[in-house]
């Protein structure tokens, strides 16, 4: 997960970025995850245009993997034979952008 995130959580165009909770098992029945957070003086389209420029898909649907129903992910990354998925959560009461970065 870290190889998949990182260098987009790490862009210079990125602004703030907090990461506040992570699981790194990724069993069967529990796998990893992290849990980040970029100040909102960034927009999302912005966001994702950075993802995307580090191999994230913007259209999670393009994967075979990620068929409708199956992942919830707005953005999606294929790293070996691992699926990762980002889902967007606004917290404009705190002023961020909550990122929900799931192995699926």
Same mark, same amino acid.
């Given at each position: !997960?870290q190889a998949?995130?990182?260098?987009?959580? +790490?862009?210079?165009?990125?602004?703030e970025? %907090?990461i506040?909770? !992570?699981?790194g098992?990724?069993?069967?029945? $529990?796998?990893?995850?992290?849990d980040?957070?970029?100040?909102?003086?960034m927009?999302?389209? *912005?966001?994702?245009?950075?993802?995307? %420029?580090?191999?994230?898909?913007? $259209?999670? !649907? *393009?994967?075979?993997e990620?068929n409708p129903?199956?992942?919830?992910a707005?953005?999606?990354?294929k #790293?070996?034979?691992?699926?990762?998925g980002? +889902?967007?959560?606004?917290r404009?009461?705190?002023?961020v952008?909550?990122?929900?970065i #799931?192995?699926?």
């Open positions: !997960m998949a995130v990182s260098p987009a959580l +790490r862009d210079d165009k990125m602004g970025v %907090s506040y909770e !992570m699981n098992c990724d069993s069967a029945d $529990n796998g990893a995850w992290l980040a957070e970029i100040k909102d003086t927009s999302k389209e *912005e966001i994702f245009s950075i993802f995307e %420029s580090h191999g994230w898909s913007t $259209n999670p !649907m *393009e994967l075979p990620c129903g199956v992942c919830g707005e953005l999606a990354k #790293v070996g034979s691992q699926l990762f980002i +889902r967007f959560i606004h404009e009461e705190q002023g952008w909550e990122l929900e #799931v192995s699926l």
